[in-house]
């Protein structure tokens, strides 16, 4: 999963160090698990609204075409 977001090392880093005394590297993973998930749900998220801006950009584009 690692390897499909783009995540820098500090960031891996920080998800896997615990935030108190009680987390164990379970907690860690976990955290990094959902931080990798978001990030990857948020490069989705993006790559679809880029896609339908080019869409709509084509098809204004082609609109402005047939009136000329």
Request: with cysteine; charged share 40%; hydrophobic share 35%.
């Amino acid at each position: 999963m690692i390897g499909e977001i783009n995540m820098t090392p500090a960031d891996v880093a920080e998800n896997l160090m615990p935030k108190s005394i009680g987390e164990d590297f379970e907690t860690c993973l976990k955290n990094l698990i959902q931080s990798l998930e978001n990030a990857k749900k948020k490069a989705e998220e993006k790559a679809k609204e880029k896609v339908e801006d080019e869409e709509a950009q084509l098809k204004a584009e082609e609109d402005k075409q047939e009136l000329t």
